[in-house]
């Protein structure tokens, strides 16, 4: 079963960054879609960032320009630089395949806040 651990959380001021890590466990290929959703109290989860196996890249409008999606390969780890923080990217971040699978991980915590 594929598990999904992810890190890197936790207070930034506005204008700040972070980098979040999300580590695959259990997948014996490589060859996956990875993305990025957050989610806020009452809200749905929303996807913001994917990434192909060979690097191919997408942003959700709301933070294109501001995140950064990567991947290593060797390490099975995604990562999503946030920069520019602001106080609407307070949220829970999770990292599923993209389609997602019905195994989510507990997600790491951002707050945006000065």
């Known amino acids: 079963q594929v598990q999904f651990v992810e890190s890197g959380g936790g207070w930034g001021q506005p204008g700040g960054a972070r980098r979040l890590s999300c580590g695959v466990a259990?997948?014996?290929?490589?060859?996956?879609?990875v993305g990025w959703h957050r989610q806020t109290p009452g809200k749905q989860r929303e996807l913001v960032a994917t990434i192909t196996f060979r690097g191919r890249t997408n942003y959700a409008d709301s933070v294109a320009g501001r995140f950064i999606i990567s991947r290593d390969n060797a390490k099975n780890t995604v990562y999503l630089q946030i920069n520019a923080l602001r106080p609407d990217d307070t949220a829970v971040y999770y990292c599923n395949f993209d389609p997602p699978v019905p195994y989510w991980g507990q997600g790491t915590l951002v707050t945006v806040s000065s």
């Open positions: 259990g997948s014996s290929g490589r060859s996956y879609t």
